[in-house]
C-alpha cells in the first residue's frame, strides 16, 4: 500500500530532495554497509528516492536494483545510471535475490501494521549471510509531517527486536537526529542486520 499523499508530497520536491545529498551520517552508514558486502554483490535499494545512494554503490562496482513509488524519483535515479523501476514495498517477493538490500528512510511510509510483514519480505529477500541496512526515524505511532507525509513511527528496540526475531543478527546501530526535507530535527536509529549464514 502506498499513501498517494506521501507521494505527491516527492513528487512535487523530487529536487530539492536530491539537492540535499549524501549527509555525512549517511555516507558512514553506507560505508559500513558496502564493508560487509562481497565484491560485485546484488543490492536492492528500497526507496531508491533520486538514485545517489544507488549510484554510490554502483561506482564500488555493485549491482544495484532501485524501486520507489515516487516517479520523478525512478526518473532521477535512471538519468543518473540506476537500474530503478516504479514500485511499492508490496512488489517485495524474491527469494534468496539479494546480498544487500538497503532500506533508508522508506520503510516509516508504511502503514505501521504493515511494517512487520515487509521486514519479513526483506529477509526472505536476502541470501545467506546477506547483510540489512534499515533506517526509520524513532517514536510511537503513526502522523504526518509539516508537509503531510506520512510516518510510522517505532522505538529502536521495537525494530531490533523484530530483526532478531526474523532470524538476523545485529551487527551495528546508530542513533541521532538530523533536520531533513521538513526541516525538523528529528531522532532516527540506523540498524545494520545480517542474515544466517546457512539461511
Excluded at 544487500?100 to 528512510?105: D, E, M, N, R, V
Amino acid at each position: 500500500m502506498s499513501d498517494d499523499k506521501t507521494i505527491s508530497v516527492y513528487e512535487t520536491r523530487a529536487e530539492s530532495y536530491a539537492g540535499m545529498g549524501i549527509t555525512p551520517t549517511q555516507a558512514e552508514a553506507l560505508e559500513v554497509f558496502t564493508a560487509a558486502l562481497p565484491a560485485a554483490a546484488d543490492i536492492l535499494d528500497l526507496g531508491c528516492g533520486p538514485g545517489l545512494h544507488a549510484r554510490a554503490m554502483m561506482e564500488l562496482g555493485h549491482r544495484v536494483d532501485g524501486i520507489d513509488a515516487t516517479p520523478a524519483f525512478v526518473d532521477a535515479a535512471v538519468s543518473r545510471g540506476v537500474s530503478a523501476q516504479l514500485g511499492t514495498f508490496d512488489d517485495i517477493t524474491a527469494h534468496d535475490a539479494y546480498d544487500g538490500i538497503w532500506a533508508s528512510f522508506s520503510l516509516l511510509h508504511a502503514p505501521r501494521a504493515e511494517v512487520p510483514r515487509h521486514l519479513r519480505a526483506l529477509a526472505h529477500a536476502l541470501r545467506p549471510g546477506g547483510v540489512l541496512f534499515l533506517g526509520m526515524k524513532t517514536g510511537e505511532g503513526e502522523a504526518r509531517d509539516g508537509l503531510g507525509r506520512h510516518y510510522s513511527y517505532f522505538t529502536a528496540e521495537e525494530l531490533i527486536a523484530m530483526l532478531t526475531g526474523l532470524g538476523l543478527t545485529l551487527t551495528h546501530r546508530v542513533d541521532g537526529a538530523e533536520p531533513g526535507l521538513a526541516g525538523t530535527h528529528d531522532p532516527f536509529t540506523l540498524l545494520h542486520a545480517k542474515a544466517p549464514d546457512d539461511a
